[in-house]
Nanobody
Framework: QVQLVESGGGLVQTGGSLRLSCAAS????????MGWFRQAPGKEREFVAA????????YYKDSVKGRFTISRDNARNTVYLQMDSLKPEDTAVYYC?????????????????WGKGTLVTVSS
């Protein structure tokens, strides 16, 4: 069982930055690839970024490439999402997920481990 708790959301102006954190309660954190997803009002949840077990591979949704950076600290059981140059269309609830894959040979796949989400609002 993996429990995930996100933090770091808030209200920011266009062009601003936020860093989201996701703390995992599991002794096997480094056996999971980790992902960030988001869900905007009235829309389906979508993939944002993923990182492999030891952080050597990262993947991003095209619209956030060059603006968002995913990273992880296995000693702290935490995954991060640094978000820069934020745009109003980034407004959403952001969710952390524990999954697998995120390597050149296997795309990231989400397992049924989700946090409750943290709200990011970008004002224009």
């Amino acid at each position: 069982q993996v429990q995930l708790v996100e933090s770091g959301g808030g209200l920011v102006q266009t062009g601003g930055s936020l860093r989201l954190s996701c703390a995992a309660s599991t002794v096997t954190f480094d056996s999971y690839a980790m992902g960030w997803f988001r869900q905007a009002p009235g829309k389906e949840r979508e993939f944002v970024a993923a990182i492999s077990w030891f952080g050597d591979y990262t993947y991003y949704k095209d619209s956030v490439k060059g603006r968002f950076t995913i990273s992880r600290d296995n000693a702290r059981n935490t995954v991060y999402l640094q978000m820069d140059s934020l745009k109003p269309e980034d407004t959403a609830v952001y969710y952390c997920n524990a999954g697998g894959g995120a390597t050149p040979s296997m795309s990231y796949y989400a397992m049924d481990y989700w946090g409750k989400g943290t709200l990011v609002t970008v004002s224009s």
